[in-house]
């Protein structure tokens, strides 16, 4: 079984009171030094995407090799693994799921998961671009929600923000993913500049469709090409403004995710506020999250990861578990994100590299 990495197992990156780092008798739940039960993976099966989005990636990303990525196969067994200890979600991601050769194959695997039992949910984030494509056969495979990202309701600017996208795409994909059965949200970044003009549209477009709005805070995470500090809008600022407009009630409805949920009297639909800056939301986080390369993240606001894939793909599942639990004892109690207009503190690794 391989050694904790020396960033992850610094001291100074544990709890005040550091737990052991041998793991515990298993079929016990997965749970971290503060006492959090993770019950919810959020596994991406490729760093690739088909879109260039300015707060995601740098407009020539480098990849990972496509030997380092695990097999839908392996995934599949990392999965399963999950599962057999209390995971009762799980989310696919990218970069952008969708264009994984093979992933169906993955979807079906897990779906069926749906199917007798062993999970709860199986849902999927994507760009849109594809969702036409693969929408009947996600409904059919077991997928009943998706969430997909959409900035701007303007071609134009959505061209400009996802360096080249198309709109008309997307839009496709939406009518085709509601029309197969599936639940879809619409998720938005709020970039300063672009947001605050295209946030009623947004509302007026999800909420007409039945779709809930989410929003969400720019992270300082990867080199994209651009300054975070010019980026970043509070959510505060904004839902005070949306109010001069919009009669907003605060709902006590909580998803799998960090959202926070407020009611627009005017459309009668959901709006969602996902705010790592603002308001720090991991007092209550069941998350971990694994990288297409099998790298076991138990923060996605921070750098320090494990290498579950050697032990993965040596047929071990017993010392995959073990290294599953012993990382989760190091798993911090909150994410370190800051933008101030002097600089922005954040991490190297892209959202690409590990989805949202």
């Known amino acids: 079984m391989s050694a904790l990495p020396p960033r992850l197992a610094d001291p100074a990156r544990r709890p005040a009171t550091a737990p052991p780092t041998t793991a515990p008798d298993t079929g016990c739940p997965l749970t971290d030094a503060f006492g959090r039960q993770v019950r919810y993976l959020r596994l991406s099966v490729t760093d690739r995407c088909d879109l260039r989005c300015v707060y995601c990636m740098a407009a020539r990303p480098v990849f990972?090799?496509?030997?380092?990525?695990?097999?839908?196969?392996?995934l599949a067994r990392l999965a399963g693994i999950f599962m057999a200890n209390g995971v009762r979600r799980i989310r696919l991601t990218g970069g952008e799921p969708l264009v994984r050769r093979g992933v169906m194959t993955l979807i079906e695997r897990l779906g069926a998961a749906v199917g007798d039992g062993r999970l709860d949910e199986l849902t999927l984030t994507t760009n849109g671009t594809r969702l036409g494509v693969h929408a009947?056969?996600?409904?059919?495979?077991?997928?009943?929600r998706v969430n997909v990202s959409l900035d701007s309701l303007n071609p134009d600017t959505f061209h400009r923000l996802?360096?080249?996208?198309?709109?008309?795409?997307?839009l496709d994909g939406l009518d085709r993913a509601q029309a197969a059965g599936l639940h879809v949200k619409?998720?938005?970044?709020?970039?300063?500049?672009v947001i605050e003009r295209e946030v009623d549209g947004l509302i007026r477009f999800a909420h007409g469709r039945g779709m809930d709005l989410t929003l969400i805070e720019v992270m300082p995470l990867g080199e994209t090409g651009h300054d975070r500090r010019t980026q970043f809008l509070s959510l505060d600022h904004l839902r005070d403004d949306l109010a001069t407009r919009w009669t907003l009630t605060s709902l006590p409805d909580r998803t799998a995710g960090p959202a926070r949920y407020l009611r627009v009297a005017e459309t009668g639909g959901r709006l969602g506020l996902i705010t790592p800056l603002s308001h720090r939301f991991c007092e209550h986080c069941d998350r971990v999250r694994v990288s297409a390369a099998g790298r076991l993240y138990t923060c996605l606001g921070h750098d320090g990861a494990v290498d579950l894939a050697p032990a993965l793909r040596a047929g071990a599942p017993d010392?995959?578990?073990?290294?599953?639990r012993q990382t989760l004892r190091l798993k911090p109690q909150g994410h370190d994100f800051a933008i101030t207009r002097d600089a922005a503190h954040g991490i190297g690794r892209t959202m690409a590299a590990l989805g949202g």
């Open 136 to 144: 009947a056969d996600l409904a059919a495979a077991g997928i009943r």
């Open 319 to 324: 010392a995959t578990e073990a290294l599953i």
């Open 186 to 193: 619409i998720n938005a970044v709020a970039l300063a500049g």
């Open 64 to 74: 990972m090799p496509r030997d380092q990525i695990l097999t839908i196969e392996e």
């Open 162 to 170: 996802t360096r080249g996208g198309r709109l008309d795409g997307v």
